[in-house]
């Protein structure tokens, strides 16, 4: 079976560009996480989608937006990128949206999309 | 606040000698507890998970952790280092009320010399 995929796998923009990545979870799961990891530090939570609603938001400026189609897959979008938004984003999908003792929940993460920023 | 905290940025072991990486959450309900492995240029990989099942939880590659509440702590173990352990990890935790969100430590980048 597929993992989680993401597209594009590079992406080299400028300041004050707009980018759509996109992050296609494992067939059947139906949450949808978005991490930020910098250079040298641990991924940090952008958002959580499940059954196509936003279930949770990290501490991130509004230029920071996502959404999730009805086959369960994701676009991040950012728009008037910054320097500083030059990182590696994570995408992660779970069977369900909640971690708790009887369920067993794990996410799975795909490889990243290594956004350049110049 | 709550809190993921990895004590030492990188370690080094000899092959075959133990491995011992630092967790420490802050919370006043334990979290549930994650351990991931990243390779160069690659996603994350789930080693084991603490959801209170056991304290001691085995996960892949020989690796295995203990919750420890007394010491708010979830450090992971090898008993053997191999070459190809060299990797950075992360400990992660699922805090109460957070969906699934995952609050990650600053990672722990791990080297294993001859």
């Known amino acids: 079976d597929a993992g989680v995929t993401q597209s594009p796998t590079h992406l080299i923009k400028t300041r004050g560009q707009q980018v759509t990545l996109r992050c296609s979870p494992i067939?059947?799961?139906?949450?949808v996480s978005w991490y930020q990891q910098v250079l040298g530090q641990g991924p940090q939570f952008i958002f959580q989608y499940y059954e196509k609603e936003e279930r949770g938001r990290g501490n991130f400026p509004d230029r920071f937006s996502a959404r999730q189609f009805p086959n369960y897959s994701s676009e991040l979008n950012v728009n008037a990128l910054l320097l500083g938004d030059s990182a590696l984003y994570l995408c992660a999908s779970s069977l369900v949206g909640e971690t708790g003792p009887d369920n067993q929940e794990t996410q799975y993460f795909g490889p990243g999309t290594r956004l350049l920023v110049l | 606040a709550q809190s993921v905290t990895q004590l030492g940025s990188h370690v080094s072991v000899s092959e075959g000698a133990l491995v011992l990486l630092r967790c420490n959450y802050s919370?006043?309900?334990?979290?549930?507890l994650f351990w991931y492995v990243q390779y160069p240029n690659q996603g994350l990989q789930l080693l084991l998970k603490y959801t209170s099942a056991a304290t001691l939880v085995k996960g892949i590659n020989g690796f295995e952790a203990e919750f420890k509440k007394s010491e708010t702590s979830f450090h992971l173990t090898k008993p053997s280092a191999h070459m190809s352990d060299a990797a950075e990890y992360f400990c992660a935790a699922s805090f109460t009320g957070g969906g699934n969100k995952l609050t990650f430590g600053t990672g722990t980048q791990l080297k294993v010399e001859l």
């Open positions: 919370s006043s309900v334990p979290p549930y």
């Open positions: 067939s059947g799961h139906k949450s």
